[in-house]
């Protein structure tokens, strides 16, 4: 599909059935042509495969055994847990979930390889299986530093923190990487809702500890947040000056509280020692 096509299509499906949901769409996703007349579409909620009809995903049910997305387990605590899914060792599956994040995705073209990427899926599990929440995609060599190339979290599971854990999931696997990384632009409104959120919290929680006393190359080298980000979100906040060519950082302890606080809730941490995992060779 060309990209001027794709802005004149329409969106097709308008709902699916995933798991114990049935999802409203948001935007056009290009599901090849033979599901063009479909306005629902029915996804084993495991493998990611999706169907016109219902009576062929309840017969899909009965052979489908994946319990959980395919590739491995990097992190569990609690009833959460992430795994790591290779797009060139499971194709299939990061299709079929390419196709289903751009229902929510407006502004991705997602046309590239899934070969080149990682999918780092996550969800919540119970005894009937691991139930995907959401997911964040990663290029295997990124040029330009990204550590993050899309985000979703399902409608059903938004707003109770999942995005800022994707987030901050993204950055501690920068750490791991002994890099600084950014998200893939442009953001979306709530992918930068959503950065911003996780920034301010992150930097303004360092600031309080050091008094302010702190550089920005540090904070960039505590938190794998890339510095131009650093700048941005405490620029937005008023809390750099520009003194004699450089930037200050001024942490007045109660301007930073009022920030805090207007930051929103802080989301689910990630544990980091609940994490294993080796970078990408
Ligand atoms: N209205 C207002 N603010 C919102 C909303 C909303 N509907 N949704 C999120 N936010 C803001 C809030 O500040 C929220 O923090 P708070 O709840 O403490 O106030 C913050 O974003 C993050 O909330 P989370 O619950 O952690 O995030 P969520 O699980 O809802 O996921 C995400 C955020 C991934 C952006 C989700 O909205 C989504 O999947 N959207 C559709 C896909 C998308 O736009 N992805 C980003 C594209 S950019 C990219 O991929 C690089
Ligand atoms: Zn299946």
Redesign the pocket.
């Known amino acids: 599909l060309r990209e001027h096509e794709e802005f004149t299509k329409v969106k097709n499906i308008a709902t699916i059935e995933l798991g114990k949901y049935e999802i409203e769409t948001?935007y056009f996703s290009p599901f090849p042509p033979e599901y063009n007349e479909c306005v629902k579409l029915f996804f084993c909620e495991f493998c990611l495969n999706f169907m016109k009809r219902k009576e062929q995903l309840q017969r899909h049910m009965r052979k489908c055994d994946l319990k959980h997305p395919p590739g491995d387990e990097i992190y569990r605590s609690g009833t959460l847990s992430m795994f790591e899914v290779d797009g060139k060792k499971n194709k299939v599956y990061a299709q079929n979930l390419c196709y289903l994040?751009k229902l929510?995705?407006?502004?991705?073209t997602l046309y590239y390889d899934v070969d080149l990427f990682l999918f780092y899926v996550l969800c919540e599990c119970d005894d009937r299986g691991c139930h995907m929440?959401?997911y964040?995609?990663k290029e295997k060599h990124s040029e330009e530093a990204y550590n993050?190339?899309?985000?979703?979290?399902?409608?059903p599971?938004?707003?109770?923190?999942?995005?800022?854990?994707?987030?901050a999931f993204s950055y501690e696997l920068s750490k791991k990487e002994g890099k600084v990384g950014t998200?893939?632009?442009?953001?979306?409104?709530?992918?930068?809702?959503?950065?911003?959120?996780?920034w301010t919290r992150v930097l303004l929680d360092i600031l309080k500890k050091h008094k302010g006393n702190i550089s920005i190359k540090e904070l960039s080298d505590m938190t794998a947040i890339k510095a131009e980000d650093i700048l941005s979100t405490l620029q937005s906040l008023e809390l750099i000056q520009y003194r004699k060519g450089q930037h200050v950082i001024c942490a007045d302890p109660k301007v930073l509280d009022r920030h805090l606080k207007a930051?929103?809730?802080?989301?689910?941490d990630v544990d980091v020692s609940k994490l294993i995992w080796t970078p990408y060779r």
């Open positions: 948001w994040a929510f995705l407006d502004h991705k929440v959401g964040f995609s993050l190339a899309c985000i979703l979290t399902l409608p599971y938004q707003r109770k923190g999942y995005g800022k854990f994707l987030i998200p893939e632009r442009p953001l979306s409104d709530l992918g930068l809702l959503s950065y911003r959120g996780y930051a929103g809730r802080g989301g689910l």
